[in-house]
């Protein structure tokens, strides 16, 4: 049993979302991590300061600048993000973590904070992220110099390796960036529901128009027209197709300045500083899994073994069910994320309950790897208000790879089921088989799923993945460029051609 003086409860949440300011007076990331980490502080309704002062661990969400080489700042970076946060605070902190990428991370690094505290190797810790691509972009349009550097007497703890998320076929090929990877995950979705491109594209539009519904409502929201599902599946100038079959209001919005942040303690710290009972809201059962980790190795692109055990796990050790949610907030980068995890939940595309809190990445904002600490904090701030509701927030990392799940309420909870032994959801999905591969495809083949990445508008490259015909190994390759038009129009899965080698990729020629 967790000794009741550890038991972890979220004290302090905070969300900025600037849509306004102007470079030179933009915020660095620096100053917006330290903004909403005091926030979140007199959120608690303790004396903030004596709250940023006890803190022992400061975690930082790994900045966008430092997780995609195409995203790096040229305006410097900190070489220790929460060593630089700590010293604005007042905080002496004994863990300084700068984790590895992914969309995952806030929910890990939630429960990672609960575990510890339930373990007693914690007292107070904080878990905060910033993103500020909107005015680094203005800045760099205007041709401004900013300083957003500093050094630091060390480094911060990664937590372990930082991996990556694409095998050198897939960069060699264009699968290099979350619009090329989700849209060919997408139309393995479509096949999968047994859908056309107009069927599939009019079920994604519907379905990210009650994201822009949710967002239309939130005054944090970066986008809050409400867009209907006509205007998000039509293609126009101001909407064009991005990754297809989807379009810019199918895709994430990186290009925000937003921060978020959640602090926890132990009960004894809790109390200590007298946070009243009417701000604590209790991690009630969480997991995580990933899926094999190469999109091009997963033998089903319609599934996600990982969305499936984890959300279970953490129903299950939360001791409730999916319908006893009041509350979602499902990752919402692309809509083929959402399609799988609400299939994988077993949600009906008829549930009454909306599907997040914020209104999606989409329409709330994607700020980089931060998104669901966002999404935290808003499932925090109304479970407040609802004191017997429950809500699960699915944190989704990588190329649909990494999954991880919380669920969230402020009824009380006694911390139990941090200090058990985690169940072996990981070992159940490595012992899937990896589908074959061929890294030099030659011979007759059929298109097994594919995406066209859009230029200003226009398609600019075709990618596939397909299937020999005389192996059934799978393989990726590029279209000529004179089809892309033509599979744009019409579906190509399921149609043959011919691949062969040509200098670094493979060419794969439509059958007429």
């Known amino acids: ?7 972890p409860v979220i004290v302090g949440v905070a969300q900025i979302t600037d849509t306004d300011s102007q470079p030179p007076d933009g915020r ?41 080489p195409r995203f790096a700042t040229p305006f410097g ?23 590895a990428a992914g969309g995952d991370s806030p929910q890990t690094l939630v429960t990672r904070a609960c575990r510890r505290i339930a373990r007693g190797e914690s007292a107070a810790a904080l878990v905060v992220g910033a993103e500020a691509m909107r005015s680094e972009l203005l800045a760099r349009r205007a ?44 139309q393995a979705v479509r096949v999968a529901a047994g859908q056309t491109l107009d069927e599939y594209r009019e079920d994604s539009a519907s379905l990210f128009a009650r994201f822009a519904g949710v967002a239309r409502d939130n005054p944090l929201a970066t986008r809050r027209q409400g867009y209907t599902a006509a205007a998000i599946g039509t293609v126009s100038a101001e909407n064009p ?20 942040a959640v602090i926890v303690c132990s009960q004894a710290r809790a109390d200590e500083i007298r946070v009243p009972a009417s701000q604590r809201v209790y991690l009630h059962g969480a997991a995580a899994a990933h899926d094999e980790w190469f999109m091009s190795d997963r ?31 499902l990752y919402s980068c692309f809509p083929s994320a959402v399609q799988i995890a609400r299939r994988e939940l077993g949600l009906s595309s008829h549930d009454p309950r909306p599907l997040t809190v914020t209104g999606g990445l989409a329409f709330f904002g994607g700020p ?57 959801i990981q070992r159940r999905i ?26 200003k508008g226009r398609p600019d490259r075709g990618i596939l993945l397909g299937r020999l015909s005389a192996t059934g190994e799978r393989f990726i390759a590029n279209f000529e460029p004179e089809v892309l038009d033509a599979i744009v129009a019409a579906d190509a899965v399921g149609r043959g051609g011919t691949v062969r080698r040509e200098g670094a990729i493979n060419l794969f020629r439509l059958a007429p």
């Open 77 to 99: 970076a900190m070489a220790n993000p929460p060593w630089s946060l700590a010293r604005q605070l007042g905080a002496t902190p004994t863990e300084y973590a700068y984790p």
């Open 1 to 7: 049993m967790v000794d009741a003086s550890r038991i």
């Open 143 to 186: 041709g401004l110099q900013l300083d957003w550097s500093e050094s630091a007497p060390f480094a911060p703890d990664t937590l372990g390796a930082l991996p990556t998320y694409f095998k050198p076929v897939e960069v060699d090929h264009g699968l290099r960036a979350p619009s090329a990877m989700y849209g060919i995950i997408g």
């Open 430 to 455: 490595d012992a899937q088989a990896k589908v074959p591969f061929s890294d030099a495809p030659a011979g007759d083949a059929t298109v097994e799923s594919y995406t066209v990445m859009h230029l």
């Open 241 to 260: 197709m991005v990754g297809f079959p989807f379009t810019k209001l199918m895709t994430a919005s990186a290009f925000v300045d937003q921060a978020a």
């Open 368 to 424: 980089g790897n931060n998104y669901s600490t966002h999404a935290i904090a808003e499932m925090v701030s109304r479970l407040r208000r609802a004191p017997s509701a429950f809500g699960m927030v699915l944190a989704n990392g990588g190329l649909m790879t990494k999954e991880s799940i919380g669920v969230y309420s402020a009824q009380p909870a006694t911390g139990e089921w941090l200090l058990r032994e985690t169940e072996p």
């Open 28 to 68: 660095s990331p620096r100053s917006f991590l330290a903004e909403v980490s005091r926030a979140a502080a007199r959120d608690s309704g303790a004396p903030a300061d004596a709250l940023l002062a006890s803190l022992d661990s400061v975690v930082v969400v790994r900045l966008y600048s430092d997780s995609n």
């Open 299 to 329: 033998q089903n692109l319609a599934d996600s073994l990982a969305v499936r055990l984890a959300s279970s796990s953490a129903l299950t050790l939360a001791g409730r069910t999916l319908a006893e949610m009041d509350l979602l907030d």
